[in-house]
């Protein structure tokens, strides 16, 4: 398994683009610590493999479908305002194929 | 060495809701770019999915199409993957129980019939466009969360026509179903192509190449061709097929390397957690099935079984569900059916062509039309002139009636012993011509008929005239 350590920490936060502080990062970390180890007291069961992972926190089923009515939908200038680069309407990146 | 090429489909068909398959944004065609969009097409926080009731509907009914097994729960997974055309980093989709599964479709090669497999046709979303520019990219939203299905074929295709014609078959499907407007030209039904070869009678399949995003039904038999070509030379020389995905570029008439896949990408699927499964009741499932309209192989055996119309004259009319629905329309007027057949695939067919223009800017109601066929069909009106009669209808948008009236042609006589006694005034006036006639001198029958012509006026029926002269002859 991998082992968490700060600096794991650091790069998953910088690829989800945010940053917390060096107390909060040791927080998470001691956190990760205590997830590692129940996962691990979990993994210590034997014949898990016979199991299906569990999805839902109980066995249930809806049978409600939206009916297809489009709402209304958000203006340009609200649906871009988190982009801080924009050209023509559209969200503006470098480029991403080469 | 002789190869055997071995080809499988997927195709991703949009469908025609008014709204995103897992959010209440508008689905639309050609609107300023982000102007679409609700919270959860952007993956904006606190946002949750829900399921479309008629994009499932849909689903069902092209599953129903392809003699499919259909799920009776809806299960949805997460696909992951991080780039810039999905905001949420992950789209919907169906990996481990697809709405149908296990179906085929059959399509005729060579006048024989070969029934293709269908694997799996799951329900997932759309992505946004993105559009490349020399050092940047734009991202336009509109089409994120279209509701999409996915319809992966057996690898059971054995050649670029073939290829075709399941791509055809499967178009006339979800466009007559009234799910989709399969237009590939706009890409609302997309064709990812995987081709490789192997040697003929072996069993084991050949190194696997993608084709992607081929926009158009006559490019998949170009490009399988050209790809089973290169491939089959490569093998020849004694080199290796490597495992990659490439486009056809129709200028070049080839396909040409994209990127190399020297790995397949795990998408580490898992269960969507923000969906409850979802039961689908059986009465649920049957209106499904049962509210589809009528899919062209229906209506091709219907126009050949009821209206008696010949294979070609059906086909042509069911190769486009507009002309088709045009020609329905029309029945609701005349009994006249071949006829009628006839002049939608002659004239109306010519008059679309000719104007550039497609059948719903058709200017003549199926009314209108049925009412010259009904003149055409009691001999009221020569063929050559209800071509004129049709083409005055267009002009002053009159009636068949009201536009014969203002052209001037009386009515056709048909009454046959009136036509009998201007045929025997003829037969008497000039009995040369029945000698020439007996003597084998073709153009004496021609002459006598002009006489009859003149002596009417043209108002003779001319088929019925033809009929009566020869037989008249035959007494003489």
Known sequence: MKTYNIDVLKDAANRLLFDMSEAEYKTLLNEFDIVVKQMKLIGDNKGLDAYEPMVFPFECTTDYLREDEPGEPLSREEALRNSPRKAGGQIKLPRVVQ | ?476
């Open chain 2, 1 to 476: 060495m002789i190869f055997e090429p071995v080809i499988g489909l997927e195709i991703h068909v949009e469908l025609k809701t008014k709204s995103k398959m897992f959010s209440n944004g508008p689905v639309t065609y050609g609107k300023d770019a982000n102007t679409q969009t609700v919270p959860l097409d952007l993956a904006f926080p606190g946002t949750l999915p829900t399921v479309n009731k008629q994009g499932v509907v849909y689903a069902i009914r092209v599953c129903h199409a392809l003699h499919m097994k259909i799920d009776n729960e809806l299960h949805f997974d997460r696909k992951n993957y991080f780039y810039s055309d999905l905001p949420k980093g992950y789209q919907i989709t169906q990996d481990k129980r697809p709405i149908g599964s296990d179906g085929y479709l059959t399509i005729e090669i060579n006048g024989k019939e070969k029934k293709i497999g269908i694997e799996r046709l799951h329900i997932e979303e759309d992505t946004c466009k993105q559009l490349h520019f020399k050092d940047f990219t734009l991202l336009n939203y509109n089409r994120a969360g279209t509701p999409l299905i996915e319809i992966v074929s057996r690898p059971e295709l054995r050649s670029g026509e073939e290829a075709m014609k399941y791509v055809e078959k499967i178009r006339s499907i979800v466009v007559f179903s009234n799910v989709s407007d399969g237009k590939m030209e706009e890409g609302s039904l997309r064709c990812d192509v995987n081709v490789s070869i192997r040697e003929k009678g072996s069993e084991k399949f050949g190194t696997k190449v993608e084709i992607k995003n081929i926009n158009s039904i006559s490019y998949i038999q170009k490009a399988i061709d050209f790809e089973v070509e290169r491939q089959s030379k490569i093998i020849e020389n004694g080199g290796e097929v490597l495992q990659e995905t490439r486009r056809y570029d129709d200028a070049k008439k080839e396909t040409l390397p994209m990127r190399l896949k020297t790995d397949s990408v795990d998408y580490k699927y898992y269960p969507e957690a923000n969906i409850t499964p979802i039961k689908l009741s059986d009465e649920f499932i049957k209106n499904a099935i049962e509210s589809c309209p009528e899919l062209a192989e229906s209506k091709l055996k219907r126009y050949m079984s009821e209206y008696g119309l010949n294979d070609y004259d059906a086909s042509l009319l069911v190769s486009d569900k507009e002309i088709s629905e045009y020609y329905d329309a029309c029945t609701k007027f005349t009994n006249a059916y071949k006829l009628l057949a006839n002049w939608v695939n002659v004239d109306v067919l010519g008059y679309l062509n000719k104007n550039n223009i497609v059948i719903s800017n058709f200017p003549m109601s199926p009314e209108h039309l049925g009412g010259l066929v009904n003149l055409v069909a009691k001999n009221d009106v020569s063929s050559n002139q209800a071509r004129e009669i049709f083409t005055k209808m267009i002009e002053e948008n009159v009636d068949a009636l009201k536009a014969k009236q203002i052209l001037g042609i009386s009515s056709q006589i048909s009454d046959e012993s009136m036509i009998l006694n201007v045929i025997n005034e003829v037969l008497k006036e000039n009995p040369q011509s029945i000698i020439d006639y007996k003597e084998g001198k073709g153009r004496a029958l021609g002459f006598m008929i002009g006489q009859v012509m003149k002596k009417t006026q043209g108002k003779v029926n001319p088929k019925l005239t033809n009929d009566l002269l020869l037989e008249e002859l035959k007494r003489r």
